[in-house]
């Protein structure tokens, strides 16, 4: 059943602090995003080894957040090249165009 969200919250791979003041009440209108791209992985050259730390605490850091109650989507890399790019466009343009009308968010 779609959802309606006041707030999506972009999770950055080095942004996992769980002690950062956007976890400190769960808030049901917000949606915590995150996403394992190639682009935070190509941008500098960066040993595999780092790259699966760096997704691997992503999604423990996803599994945090919804263990307390927090609303997320995850996004894995494998979805990446299939999925989020079209996704992505399609979503932000339907929302900022429901957003004007509803003043929320439409998430499913």
């Known amino acids: 059943m779609p959802h309606h969200y006041k707030s999506i919250k972009l999770i950055l791979g080095d942004q996992l602090n769980e002690n ?13 995003v995150l996403m394992e791209v190639r682009s935070e992985t190509d941008y500098v050259k960066h040993h595999i080894q780092k790259i699966v730390a760096i997704f691997d605490a992503m999604r423990k ?15 894995k890399i494998n979805d990446a090249h299939k999925k989020i790019k079209g996704y992505l466009y399609g979503y932000l343009i339907y929302n900022l165009i429901y ?10």
């Open 99 to 108: 957003l004007l009308i509803f003043d929320s968010i439409l998430v499913e």
């Open 20 to 32: 950062h003041s956007w976890y400190d009440h769960v808030d049901n209108n917000a949606l915590f």
């Open 61 to 75: 850091f996803a599994e945090v957040l919804i263990a307390k109650g927090h609303q997320v989507k995850y996004f």
